[in-house]
């Protein structure tokens, strides 16, 4: 793929810049060629046809960050071609061997193409989301010495539906206007004149054929969501709002299944318990909208669901955050490291065979059926129900400003001397406020919600380190019995020790960082505003 | 970005031609290619059908007082843009000599150019002057070509001695053989008989004497692009294969 002078252009002085626009129904490429030809030199170049599979994470991070990517099959091999939104040209890479279902970032070969593809999908895979078969033919608009002084691309794309004999279904046909370094004036000519276009007119901005080939494959072009979106009036019945926020999240929950029992990646899994945490923290905190007998076998079940996937994540963890903790030790104990990173992976296959077993079972069946019903059916009589009446501003006001004040009294009580289990029940208990104002501080100013989310995250973030190094240090100091036996056993024993070490020096790092983080969550002003907001 | 400048102290020896022809083909095979049109005759300003002209002059430019992004233009060939020649090239000499560190100027002209392209082509103009010694100060290959000639060695030496004893940053020399007629003796026994002394590479392939490369004046494009199936394309595309591991591109 050649790189694009526009692009260049774009990206060193923004004035000339590719457009997009779609033909509106009744114009197709001809009839817009042979308006073009009667205002313009021009000369059209046949037509050339190439099919590219997009790919993108499941929760569509590279459509956020402004970046195709697709997987081009030619006669000169596979290859990966990187398109920016911000004008920089395109980045290709060859690949060796093409995959059929995912791309991890280990699996692209080395380069600027994987480089700058690492910060944006970090640990999630590249998945094949459509098939596109686009025909397109380029007009070159000329100048008075026959020099191309624009570009304009006429182009007829296809979404492939189905596997096997994959049927083509026609997306909307667009214009890809481009400029010329140098020669923007003419392409003001050109895009004033594509822009009245025949016929009344192009459609400016039109949804990208990724999006459009995506949606025509029955998927949903924003990929699966993290964030719940559910819209809450102030004065909504607090049992209305809950279940609407429910029943979004149990969509995560079901969206993340698939990729989990497939393995895609690990993000599958952690955003499943993260739905599913989320779900237990508001049936914990809105309990008042509940009979509390149906909401006990409901707690219970998602309790389950929390616990038989939570090996799995425990080793995911140790194993995302590997490189990070071995880069911390001396480099000649790497190599001595290599039996326990072996064992880790046996341990973390063993433990997602045994959660696959149990997310196809029966008994998910049952509980995830069951509160699915739940959601779905009469919540009881709502004199039974405290809170089910109350504006959910109200209810959710007062859970908010009560797990504040709890948080308080935790903090205040922790001092140097206190076990990490105290500082692990803040973090369930800052869990909980975190929720509540992720899905329900839509209902208050934003000025507001948003600097003690951030005083909050900042304090969990700490906290969660502080917890995951407990974890993952208590973990690897439970192989050594396994690692002793093993080749190399006595070598790794001493680098695991030396690991341990850093795990508790990170520990403690993070515990040093405690006393600021919660003086900061818990400032005078920060309290006086939760008084008065949440009153 | 990489830079590598045509040059030979002789002119008429296939300089533009390999320049407009390898940038031409770099930018094909999806390298961002810039290539500067350093000669005041401006002969590949007019195979892109580009004007001759750069707004401030040559003096400006090298004085840093023209913003280089501005002067830039677009060539036909997707992915390969043109810093046009401009006549007052021709005082360039003159120019750089009024500055400071005037070997390090043109290094310094493309610099702010270097995160948008990977490869500069830098099109010079025959002469060894205060000009070539700034290019070769710029460039990290020099690729030079040379007719099959008697005096050929005696040039080549000449310029193998004068960068290997007069230029701090040295660039690796590459030669091709250019206009070569198979059908004359003395061009069949010179490219079989070459040494290589001073030389860091004298690469196989060679651009044979053909019509295609002259007509590029009339079709007013690379034979690459005009031509890509003719016996000169495909010899521009053997040395491009050549020369590009060697440029590290």
């Given at each position: 793929?050649?790189?694009?002078?526009?692009?260049?252009?774009?990206?060193m002085?923004?004035?000339?810049?590719?457009?997009?626009?779609?033909?509106?129904?009744?114009?197709?490429?001809p009839?817009?060629?042979?308006y073009?030809?009667?205002?313009?030199?021009?000369?059209a170049?046949?037509?050339?046809?190439?099919?590219?599979?997009?790919?993108?994470?499941?929760?569509r991070?590279?459509?956020?960050?402004?970046?195709?990517?697709?997987?081009?099959?030619g006669?000169?091999?596979?290859r990966?071609?990187l398109r920016?939104?911000?004008?920089?040209?395109?980045?290709?890479?060859?690949?060796?061997?093409?995959?059929?279902?995912?791309?991890?970032?280990?699996?692209?070969?080395?380069?600027?193409?994987?480089?700058?593809?690492?910060?944006?999908?970090?640990?999630?895979?590249?998945l094949?989301?459509?098939?596109?078969?686009?025909?397109?033919?380029?007009?070159?608009?000329?100048?008075?010495?026959?020099?191309?002084?624009?570009?304009v691309?006429?182009?007829r794309p296809m979404?492939?539906?189905?596997?096997?004999?994959?049927?083509?279904?026609?997306?909307?046909?667009?214009?890809?206007?481009?400029?010329?370094?140098?020669?923007?004036?003419?392409?003001?000519?050109?895009?004033a004149?594509?822009?009245?276009?025949?016929?009344?007119?192009?459609?400016?901005?039109?949804?990208?054929?990724?999006?459009?080939?995506?949606?025509?494959?029955?998927?949903d072009?924003?990929?699966?969501?993290t964030?719940?979106?559910?819209?809450?009036?102030?004065?909504?019945?607090?049992?209305?709002?809950?279940?609407?926020?429910?029943?979004?999240?149990?969509?995560?929950?079901?969206?993340?299944?698939?990729?989990?029992?497939?393995?895609l990646?690990?993000?599958?899994?952690h955003?499943?318990?993260?739905?599913?945490?989320?779900?237990?923290?508001?049936?914990?905190?809105?309990?008042?909208?509940?009979?509390?007998?149906?909401?006990?076998?409901?707690?219970d079940?998602?309790?389950?669901?929390?616990?038989?996937?939570?090996?799995?994540?425990?080793?995911?963890?140790?194993?995302?955050?590997?490189?990070?903790?071995?880069?911390?030790?001396?480099?000649?104990?790497?190599?001595?490291?290599?039996?326990?990173?072996?064992?880790l992976?046996?341990?973390r296959?063993a433990?997602?065979?045994?959660?696959r077993?149990?997310l196809?079972g029966?008994a998910?069946?049952?509980?995830?059926?069951?509160?699915?019903?739940?959601?779905?059916?009469?919540?009881g009589?709502?004199?039974?129900?405290?809170?089910?009446?109350?504006?959910?501003?109200?209810?959710?006001?007062?859970?908010?400003r009560?797990?504040?004040?709890?948080?308080?009294?935790m903090?205040?009580?922790?001092?140097?001397?206190?076990?990490?289990?105290?500082?692990?029940?803040?973090?369930?208990?800052?869990?909980?406020?975190?929720?509540?104002?992720?899905?329900?501080?839509?209902?208050?100013?934003?000025?507001?919600?948003?600097?003690?989310?951030?005083?909050?995250?900042e304090?969990?973030?700490?906290?969660?380190?502080h917890?995951?190094?407990?974890?993952?240090?208590?973990?690897?100091r439970?192989?050594?019995g396994?690692?002793?036996?093993?080749?190399?056993?006595?070598a790794a024993?001493?680098?695991?020790?030396?690991?341990?070490?850093?795990?508790d020096?990170e520990?403690?790092?993070?515990?040093d960082?405690?006393?600021?983080?919660?003086?900061?969550?818990?400032?005078?002003?920060?309290?006086?505003?939760?008084?008065?907001v949440?009153? | 970005m990489?830079?590598?400048?045509?040059?030979?102290?002789?002119?008429?020896?296939?300089k533009?031609?390999?320049a407009?022809?390898?940038?031409?083909?770099?930018?094909?095979?999806?390298?961002?290619?810039?290539?500067?049109?350093?000669?005041?005759?401006?002969?590949?300003?007019?195979?892109?059908?580009?004007r001759?002209?750069?707004?401030?002059?040559?003096?400006?430019?090298?004085r840093?007082?023209?913003?280089?992004?501005?002067?830039l233009?677009?060539?036909d060939?997707?992915?390969?843009?043109?810093?046009?020649a401009?006549?007052s090239y021709?005082?360039?000499?003159?120019?750089l000599?009024?500055?400071?560190?005037?070997?390090?100027?043109?290094?310094?002209?493309?610099?702010?150019?270097?995160?948008?392209?990977?490869?500069?082509?830098?099109?010079?103009?025959?002469?060894?002057?205060?000009v070539s010694?700034?290019?070769?100060?710029?460039?990290?290959?020099?690729?030079?070509?040379?007719?099959?000639?008697?005096?050929?060695v005696?040039?080549?030496?000449?310029?193998?001695?004068?960068?290997s004893g007069?230029?701090?940053?040295?660039?690796?020399i590459?030669a091709?053989?250019?206009?070569?007629?198979g059908?004359?003796?003395?061009?069949?026994?010179?490219?079989s008989t070459?040494?290589?002394?001073?030389?860091?590479?004298?690469?196989?392939?060679?651009?044979?004497?053909?019509?295609?490369?002259?007509?590029?004046?009339?079709?007013?494009?690379?034979?690459?692009?005009?031509?890509?199936?003719?016996?000169?394309?495909?010899?521009?595309?053997?040395?491009?294969d050549?020369?590009r591991?060697?440029?590290?591109?």
């Amino acid at each position: 793929m050649a790189g694009q002078a526009w692009q260049t252009r774009q990206a060193m002085a923004p004035d000339v810049a590719i457009v997009s626009y779609a033909l509106p129904t009744g114009v197709d490429p001809p009839a817009l060629l042979a308006y073009l030809d009667k205002r313009f030199p021009v000369i059209a170049e046949a037509e050339a046809s190439r099919s590219y599979t997009v790919l993108d994470t499941a929760d569509r991070r590279l459509r956020a960050a402004g970046v195709d990517l697709d997987l081009e099959a030619g006669r000169g091999g596979t290859r990966l071609v990187l398109r920016e939104a911000g004008g920089r040209a395109p980045l290709v890479a060859d690949v060796r061997r093409p995959r059929r279902h995912r791309y991890l970032l280990r699996d692209l070969p080395a380069g600027q193409l994987r480089d700058r593809l690492g910060p944006i999908v970090e640990m999630r895979a590249l998945l094949p989301l459509a098939t596109v078969r686009v025909g397109a033919q380029l007009v070159r608009v000329l100048n008075a010495d026959d020099k191309t002084v624009a570009r304009v691309s006429l182009a007829r794309p296809m979404a492939l539906v189905g596997s096997g004999d994959a049927r083509p279904v026609p997306l909307t046909p667009r214009v890809d206007v481009s400029g010329v370094l140098g020669y923007a004036k003419p392409l003001g000519r050109v895009t004033a004149a594509v822009r009245r276009g025949p016929k009344g007119g192009l459609v400016d901005d039109p949804v990208s054929v990724a999006d459009e080939a995506i949606a025509a494959n029955g998927g949903d072009p924003d990929g699966i969501r993290t964030k719940v979106r559910v819209d809450l009036r102030p004065d909504q019945r607090t049992d209305r709002a809950a279940v609407a926020v429910l029943v979004d999240l149990a969509g995560m929950v079901e969206a993340n299944l698939p990729g989990t029992l497939a393995d895609l990646d690990t993000e599958f899994l952690h955003d499943l318990r993260v739905a599913v945490r989320r779900s237990r923290s508001v049936l914990r905190e809105l309990k008042g909208a509940f009979l509390p007998e149906p909401l006990a076998t409901q707690r219970d079940a998602l309790r389950w669901i929390q616990a038989i996937t939570g090996p799995t994540r425990d080793l995911d963890v140790q194993l995302l955050d590997w490189d990070h903790l071995v880069s911390g030790i001396p480099a000649d104990r790497h190599a001595a490291l290599a039996p326990v990173r072996a064992l880790l992976v046996r341990h973390r296959a063993a433990a997602f065979r045994a959660l696959r077993r149990e997310l196809r079972g029966p008994a998910y069946r049952q509980a995830w059926d069951g509160y699915r019903s739940f959601l779905a059916g009469d919540l009881g009589p709502a004199r039974e129900r405290p809170d089910a009446k109350q504006p959910i501003v109200d209810v959710a006001g007062r859970r908010i400003r009560k797990v504040y004040s709890r948080m308080l009294a935790m903090g205040a009580d922790i001092d140097a001397a206190s076990p990490a289990t105290d500082l692990h029940e803040l973090r369930k208990r800052g869990k909980e406020l975190r929720y509540l104002l992720e899905l329900f501080g839509g209902l208050w100013p934003r000025a507001v919600v948003k600097p003690m989310v951030r005083s909050l995250k900042e304090l969990q973030d700490m906290l969660g380190v502080h917890q995951d190094r407990e974890v993952q240090a208590t973990y690897l100091r439970g192989l050594a019995g396994e690692l002793a036996s093993s080749t190399g056993g006595p070598a790794a024993l001493l680098a695991l020790g030396v690991l341990v070490d850093r795990l508790d020096a990170e520990q403690h790092e993070a515990r040093d960082a405690f006393a600021a983080r919660f003086a900061a969550f818990a400032a005078a002003d920060q309290q006086a505003l939760v008084a008065k907001v949440f009153s | 970005m990489r830079v590598v400048a045509t040059y030979n102290i002789k002119g008429g020896v296939g300089k533009t031609s390999a320049a407009v022809n390898l940038a031409a083909l770099a930018a094909q095979d999806g390298l961002r290619t810039l290539l500067w049109d350093l000669d005041p005759q401006g002969a590949a300003s007019f195979l892109f059908r580009i004007r001759p002209k750069v707004k401030g002059g040559g003096g400006k430019l090298v004085r840093g007082r023209s913003d280089v992004v501005d002067l830039l233009r677009g060539t036909d060939v997707e992915g390969l843009d043109l810093l046009p020649a401009d006549f007052s090239y021709r005082h360039m000499d003159l120019a750089l000599d009024a500055t400071g560190k005037p070997t390090r100027r043109l290094r310094k002209v493309i610099a702010p150019l270097a995160e948008h392209y990977d490869l500069a082509m830098l099109d010079c103009p025959p002469s060894i002057s205060l000009v070539s010694e700034s290019v070769f100060d710029a460039a990290d290959v020099l690729l030079v070509p040379l007719i099959p000639s008697t005096l050929t060695v005696r040039t080549f030496a000449q310029l193998g001695d004068f960068v290997s004893g007069e230029v701090a940053h040295r660039p690796r020399i590459v030669a091709f053989f250019s206009m070569v007629d198979g059908r004359k003796r003395l061009h069949r026994e010179v490219v079989s008989t070459l040494p290589a002394s001073n030389m860091d590479d004298v690469v196989a392939s060679a651009i044979p004497a053909a019509t295609e490369v002259e007509l590029m004046g009339v079709e007013r494009a690379p034979v690459v692009v005009s031509a890509p199936h003719s016996r000169a394309a495909r010899a521009y595309r053997s040395l491009w294969d050549e020369v590009r591991p060697r440029v590290g591109v």
